[in-house]
């Protein structure tokens, strides 16, 4: 059983920076891709970033392309999501996510396994 545990969320003013990371137990972790969604109060969960099995080749959503980085630590079992020059739309809850695949995809319907969340919110 996979368990995927998010930290760093929090509250910093717009302009600031946050890193979120993700903890992951169980199924190898290095063998699979990892992806960060986000969802905000009355909008549907998105993609915002995903990262492939060696850390490779990444992807990112048009809104945090240049501003937000994901990378990975595969000894350490740990996805990380670096997220610079915060905006008030980044606010939401941000999931990790563990895909069945090892490439990267920005599709929810990639990722069997999710965290339980972590909140970023940023001030204006």
């Known amino acids: 059983q996979v368990q995927l545990v998010e930290s760093g969320g929090g509250l910093v003013q717009a302009g600031g920076s946050l890193r979120l990371s993700c903890a992951a137990s169980?199924?190898?972790?290095?063998?699979?891709?990892m992806g960060w969604f986000r969802q905000a109060p009355g909008k549907e969960r998105e993609f915002v970033a995903a990262?492939?099995?060696?850390?490779?080749?990444?992807s990112y959503a048009d809104s945090v392309r240049g501003r937000f980085t994901i990378s990975r630590d595969n000894a350490k079992k740990t996805a990380y999501l670096q997220m610079n020059s915060l905006k008030p739309e980044d606010t939401a809850v941000y999931y990790c996510?563990?895909?069945?695949?090892?490439?990267?995809?920005?599709?929810?319907?990639?990722?069997?396994?999710w965290g339980q969340g972590t909140q970023v919110t940023v001030s204006s």
């Open positions: 169980g199924r190898t972790f290095s063998s699979v891709a």
């Open positions: 990262i492939s099995w060696s850390g490779g080749s990444t």
């Open positions: 996510a563990q895909s069945m695949y090892a490439l990267t995809s920005s599709s929810a319907a990639a990722y069997d396994y």
